[in-house]
Structure formats: structure tokens, C-alpha cells
């Protein structure tokens, strides 16, 4: 995986490499059909190509960075660890779109959910772990919009931790690069 995402990065920075410039200019066919994009440099941040990276957009499944990067805080901060058994609201077995297909009553392991996250976008497994880190999913989402606020991102609100539409639910390219940024400070996210 670490190896998929570190070639995706280079085929993306493949014309600033090629310049050899300190960034890519807008002018470059990047991102050509994108309503917004941003590339960063991961350790610092810096921005090596933007296009309209601030524009509030809807966030879809990229919400559940936020959800992984709580979740994740919440495993290094001994919160929760991933042996821990998760039993399965009935709200989290209600979730459309991608899932897991998890059953009300049923148990998972912390670990195993976050493979449901992470690798088929479960919106029951990121509730079912929304769910048991603040008790209720409308307090995780508080928990997302204050650490929203912590990081700087002001383009961005949350209405729920799965991505699914919402009216008032939305970021930006640039405020969910820094999201990914964060998120990778977690080496566990990689496994």
C-alpha cells in the first residue's frame, strides 16, 4: 500500500520533476479537469500546485480522513486500542451507501473496522467507531469540527463522519490535504 501510494505521489509530481522548479505552475496541464485541486509536500506542507483549493465543495468519503485521523489519535492516546471489541449500533447498521455490511448487535474488532474504513470506505464501520469513541455520532462530529478548528481549516464543516450528503457538510482541497498531512503522522494508517 505504501508503496501504491508513494508511486501515485511521484506519477502527480512527474512535471514538477521534470521542471525541476520550486513549484508547478498553474499554467501545467495538472489537474486540467479538476473543479479544485492542491499538491503539497507532505513533511512541510509547502504547496507545490493549487487550482481554486479553497472552494467549499462536498467531501464525499474524504470525510473519513477526519474520522480516521480522530480515530487514530484515539489509539495512540490509549483511548481505545485496536483489540477492542466494537458492538454495532443500530444506527451504524443503517448506513447506505458503501459498507460493510455489519448487522446490529454484531462485533469487530477496532482493527478490523478500520480495514472497513480504510479499504471499502464503510460508512457503518466508521459510525460503529464514531459511535464508540464519543458515544454517540453527533458528538463525534463535534469532535471532527473542533479539531477542524485546531488545525487551521477554516473551509471546512462537518455534519456527519461518513461523507454522505448534507447540506452544511463541506471542505476544501486545501483543507483536506492538510487532513491527509496529519493523518500520515500516524504510521499505522499505512498498514
Same mark, same amino acid.
Given at each position: ?18 521542471? =525541476? ?17 492542491? *499538491? ?22 474524504? +470525510? ?51 480495514? =472497513?474504513?480504510?479499504?471499502?470506505? =464503510? ?12 458515544? +454517540? ?5 463535534? *469532535? ?7 488545525? =487551521? ?39
Amino acid at each position: 500500500m505504501k508503496k501504491l501510494i508513494i508511486f501515485l505521489l511521484l506519477l502527480l509530481c512527474m512535471p514538477y520533476v521534470i521542471k =525541476g522548479a520550486d513549484t508547478v505552475s498553474n499554467e501545467t496541464a495538472l489537474a486540467e479537469n479538476a473543479k479544485s485541486a492542491i *499538491l503539497i509536500e507532505q513533511s512541510t506542507g509547502k504547496v507545490i500546485f493549487e487550482k481554486n483549493s479553497h472552494e467549499k465543495i462536498p467531501p464525499a468519503s474524504m +470525510t473519513k480522513m477526519m474520522s480516521l485521523l480522530l480515530i487514530m489519535e484515539s489509539i495512540d492516546n490509549g483511548k481505545i486500542k485496536l483489540s477492542d471489541k466494537v458492538v454495532v449500533s443500530k444506527n451504524a447498521s443503517s448506513m447506505g451507501g458503501s459498507q460493510i455490511l455489519l448487522e446490529e448487535g454484531e462485533e469487530m474488532s477496532v482493527d478490523d473496522l478500520l480495514k =472497513g474504513i480504510s479499504i471499502a470506505s =464503510g460508512n457503518d464501520a466508521v459510525v460503529a467507531l464514531a459511535e464508540y469513541i464519543a458515544g +454517540t455520532e453527533d458528538n463525534f462530529v463535534k *469532535l471532527m469540527n473542533s479539531k477542524a478548528r485546531e488545525l =487551521g481549516l477554516n473551509d471546512t464543516k462537518f455534519e456527519n463522519c461518513h461523507g454522505l450528503d448534507s447540506e452544511n457538510h463541506y471542505s476544501s482541497a486545501y483543507d483536506m490535504a492538510v487532513i491527509a498531512k496529519e493523518l500520515l503522522n500516524h504510521k499505522k494508517i499505512l498498514e
